[in-house]
Structures are given as C-alpha cells and as structure tokens.
C-alpha cells in the first residue's frame, strides 16, 4: 500500500507540475488535485484524500502563494491556498 500511495502522489505532483506550466498564474490548488483523484477513480474517504492533497504539497516545489475559495460543491466557498509551481 505505501508503494502505491507514494506512486499516487508521484503522479498527482506531475499532473500539478504540469498544470501549473499551462496556467498564466502558475498557481494550483487542493481542488486540482481532488479533480484528478475523481477523474483516476480514486473514490476514498476524506482523511486519505486530504493526505494524499498534504504530501502532495509538501514537496519543496509548491510555494503557498495566497488564498482563494474553493469552487468544488462539496467545499464551495471555504478559503483554500494557492500554491505557486517553481
């Protein structure tokens, strides 16, 4: 299972990296990640995905940049961070 937790997480930071270069901001944020989870199928509870969202993130690449609010109805309007891709 940590195999393929830190494969998850692999991807999810490629698939920001990569979505960040095609933004002008070069700003992501949790709900591009929840995005891609639901779009590989990955249907867990909120504690997994917000580990997942948190490893993600850790990586030194990701600079917290600001806050905005989030657009996904499950979270709509709660303040989120925006991370900067170096």
Do not use: C
């Amino acid at each position: 299972m940590v195999n393929n937790r830190n494969a998850i997480i692999s991807n999810v930071r490629s698939h920001l990296r990569r979505l960040a270069k095609s933004r002008k901001t070069r700003m992501v944020t949790a709900d591009d990640v929840h995005t891609y989870l639901d779009k590989q199928n990955k249907r867990w509870n909120t504690n997994a995905r917000l580990s997942v969202i948190q490893s993600a993130f850790s990586a030194p690449e990701f600079r917290a940049a600001g806050e905005t609010a989030s657009q996904r109805e499950a979270a709509r309007y709660r303040k989120i961070t925006e991370y900067r891709v170096k």
